[in-house]
Each structure stands twice: as structure tokens, then as C-alpha cells.
């Protein structure tokens, strides 16, 4: 029986847990949602501010916010969290998305807790898709690299 309880937390210890996906999470959004550099600041008063659109590749699948609805309260003003559930809808707020908005996907966190990986993108003029590696560094996830680009369209 001791066997059997050693096993089980192992496996406990080797699957991703929900706070694992929440810490790289908040790291990626923070990432993310950071203004690029010599860009003026959002005016956190505009009611036309850019989107952040909740998805996860499987339409099945819990969104990142969904995991961790905490971290919706980081997503800063003027930006807008949309659900990508309520976009096939139809129109959010009255009228259809504008470009740009840009979406964030649940970080896949391994096995054994030490990497991750977050796939985001932007919709508009020059929509992309762009996948970031994370590893963890003690207690704290660090970006592993810039984020590389694999589709422009």
C-alpha cells in the first residue's frame, strides 16, 4: 500500500496543475499585452480599445480564463476581454470585432513542470500567429527567447 500511495503522488507531482497554467499564464498575458517599445500609450478612457479574445484551439477546451478567472482583472483598460464563444455569436457590444484584436491561448505546461509554451496571435491588417517558450527558474516562469513567428498571412 505505501508503493501504491509513493506512485500516485508521482504521477500527482508529474501532471500540470491548474496553478502551473495560471503562473505561466499571468507571465504570457503580462508579456502579451506589454506596449511595444517608442508605441504611445492607450488611452485607458476609449471605448474603441484594442481586443483580447479568450480561445483555446479546441472549442471544448476551458479558455486560459476559464483556469484562472483572476487573471481577467490583470487585462488593463482600455483593453476589452471577449470571449472567442461569444465572437461566432455575432457582433460583441452591439457591432462585429474590429481589428486588431488579439488572442491567447491555455499555456501547455510539460509533464514535468519545468516548460511551457503559449500560442497568441493578432487578427487585422497583418494577422499572425506566434508561439512562446517559458521555463520555470526556481519559482518564477521566465520567456525562453523572443516569440517566433509561424504564420503570416
Do not use: Q
Not at 500516485?8 to 506589454?34: E, H, M, N
Not at 476581454?81 to 460583441?92: C, D, H, K, R, S
Not at 509533464?111 to 494577422?127: E, I, K, Q
Amino acid at each position: 500500500m505505501p508503493g501504491l500511495l509513493l506512485l500516485s503522488a508521482a504521477l500527482l507531482a508529474a501532471t500540470p496543475t491548474d496553478s502551473a497554467v495560471c503562473a505561466v499564464g499571468r507571465v504570457a498575458l503580462a508579456d502579451l499585452l506589454a506596449p511595444a517599445p517608442g508605441s504611445p500609450p492607450l488611452d485607458p478612457k476609449s471605448p474603441n480599445g484594442p481586443i483580447l479574445i479568450a480561445r483555446s484551439r479546441d472549442p471544448s477546451a476551458p479558455t486560459l480564463f476559464d483556469v484562472c478567472p483572476d487573471l481577467a482583472k490583470l487585462v488593463p483598460a482600455p483593453w476589452r476581454l471577449v470571449n472567442e464563444a461569444a465572437i461566432m455569436g455575432g457582433p460583441v457590444n452591439g457591432r462585429d470585432i474590429p481589428p486588431p484584436s488579439t488572442w491567447i491561448e491555455p499555456p501547455k505546461v510539460s509533464a514535468d513542470g519545468r516548460h511551457a509554451s503559449v500560442d497568441f496571435g493578432a487578427g487585422g491588417l497583418f494577422p499572425r500567429i506566434e508561439h512562446r517558450h517559458y521555463r520555470r527558474v526556481g519559482h518564477h516562469w521566465r520567456a525562453k527567447g523572443e516569440a517566433v513567428t509561424d504564420l503570416v498571412t
